[in-house]
């Protein structure tokens, strides 16, 4: 992620914000219109979408921390920063709309995202087997980031989500180049597991 990344989109929410005006009294609908429904399942998608990737991108930096613990390895410290700020990012998108933060409070590999709490100590216990499981392990995380992501990103046509997820799915693209990059030094080739090879063949080609 860039820098200042939460200031930009704290004022990018400002100005994409949507607001319903008030109705008449006589015009006072009985049954709930198409288009505010429409508007109420998107923004429960939408939420439900933040409220998850804020947690899978402290799911991938607290996994690097550990890894960078265990291994010493520089590209686990320089990804997992890297990761913070994608956190922030979307955090600062949850403060804007008032929305409680999952990760307020929490430790490391602490989530409240079961599914989130068993893949992380899963993806340790992997990464600790030796140094190229370990970067396996990043390929994996990002294989999974990029998935969500791009599913995240086809379900919504809010401008400041849109902003947010097009960045973060940038830097999972770059941090899945730099793993599969580790890989090949020992004689390791990454086969997708979330997202399709096509897709993997066009994201290390660079394109």
Do not use: C
């Not at 505010?36 to 939420?47: D, M, P």
């Not at 409070?105 to 216990?125: H, P, T």
């Not at 941090?175 to 897709?199: C, N, P, W």
């Amino acid at each position: 992620m860039y820098k200042h990344t939460s200031i930009i989109v704290l004022a990018l929410i400002l100005v994409s914000s949507l607001t319903l005006a008030a109705q008449p009294i006589d015009e006072v609908q009985t049954t709930t219109p198409v288009a505010l429904q429409t508007a109420t399942e998107q923004t429960v998608v939408g939420t439900d979408g933040l409220l998850y990737m804020r947690e899978e991108e402290k799911l991938a930096r607290d996994v690097y921390l550990a890894l960078y613990e265990k291994w010493g390895a520089r590209a686990f410290l320089n990804i997992a920063n890297a990761e913070q700020q994608h956190m922030d990012a979307v955090g600062a998108l949850l403060a804007a709309r008032n929305i409680e933060d999952p990760v307020a409070g929490s430790q490391a590999g602490e989530f409240k995202n079961a599914d989130l709490a068993s893949l992380y100590s899963v993806l340790v216990k992997q990464g600790m087997k030796s140094i190229s499981e370990a970067y396996l392990v990043g390929a994996i995380i990002e294989d999974l980031d990029i998935s969500d992501l791009k599913e995240y990103l086809s379900k919504t046509t809010d401008e400041a989500e849109i902003w947010v997820y097009t960045n973060l799915l940038k830097g999972s693209e770059n941090h899945m180049r730099a793993f599969i990059r580790q890989l090949d030094r020992y004689g390791v080739t990454y086969k997708a597991r979330y997202i399709s090879e096509a897709e993997l063949a066009s994201i290390l080609s660079g394109r």
